[in-house]
């Protein structure tokens, strides 16, 4: 089947980095997005992932490997506003459809 | 530049009623997705609207069905509504070569008794 892990809770202080990990099962992968989600509201598309490497945006960066099934988010100088939950997103061969993880919720403290 | 907006922002239903729930693309977008997202949980593809076609459906019973008009914008109809059905209805648009990046609505709670 197809099915992305990630850590259900992270917890970082302020100014901190944190990394949040997705592990990935999917036939015919193509690419790995990250959205970000605060309560109550709408994903925001934050990076996306295709080839292999780190993919940097401001304090966000994103990296892939493709041979492990790996990518990660990597969130730097963190921000009382960064709590939030972030869900990894696997687009297939294909396929129009993204697969979403269960997301993994950061909570940053003082 | 509007964003993707979506109506009703909240709609409580009985078992076994119709819904339909709307959704405007961001402007220059001309494919609109559907999600199903319970609370603590990541979005599940419902389907996905191009040219007015479903393009591609997720594991979701026929229930649930769609329509695209020739202004990009979309409507969700799910018909004898389950309990089960409670959750955010997400709607996402895109342009057709970038699916990857997605734009998501602030979503429709639907409620079932």
């Known amino acids: 089947g197809q099915s992305l892990e990630q850590p259900s809770e992270v917890t970082a202080v302020e100014g901190a980095i944190v990394q949040i990990n997705c592990t990935y099962q999917?036939?015919?992968?193509?690419?790995l997005s990250w959205y970000q989600q605060h309560d109550g509201g709408a994903p925001t598309f934050l990076s996306y992932?295709?080839?292999?490497g780190l993919e940097e945006t401001g304090r966000f960066s994103s990296f892939l490997s493709r041979s492990d099934s790996y990518g990660y988010l990597l969130l730097q100088e963190l921000q009382m506003k960064d709590s939030a939950s972030y869900f990894c997103?696997?687009?297939?061969?294909?396929?129009?459809?993204?697969?979403f993880g269960s997301g993994t919720r950061l909570l940053v403290r003082p | 530049d509007a964003g993707v907006t979506q109506s009703p922002t909240h709609l409580i239903k009985t078992r076994g009623q119709q819904v339909t729930l709307r959704c405007s693309p961001k402007?220059?977008?001309?494919?609109v997705s559907w999600y199903q997202q319970a609370l603590g949980q990541g979005p599940q593809f419902i389907f996905q609207?191009?040219?007015?076609?479903?393009?591609q459906r997720g594991n979701f019973p026929d229930r649930f069905s769609g329509h695209q008009f020739p202004n990009y914008s979309s409507e969700l109809n799910v018909n004898a509504l389950l309990l089960g059905d409670s959750a955010l209805y997400l709607c996402?648009?895109?342009?057709?070569?970038?699916?990857?990046?997605?734009?998501f609505g602030p979503g429709t709670r639907l409620t079932v008794t």
């Open positions: 609207y191009y040219e007015e076609e479903e393009r």
């Open positions: 999917t036939s015919g992968f193509y690419g």
């Open positions: 402007s220059g977008h001309d494919t």
């Open positions: 997103a696997a687009r297939m061969d294909s396929s129009y459809k993204l697969i």
């Open positions: 996402a648009s895109s342009d057709d070569r970038s699916s990857y990046e997605q734009y």
């Open positions: 992932n295709a080839l292999d």
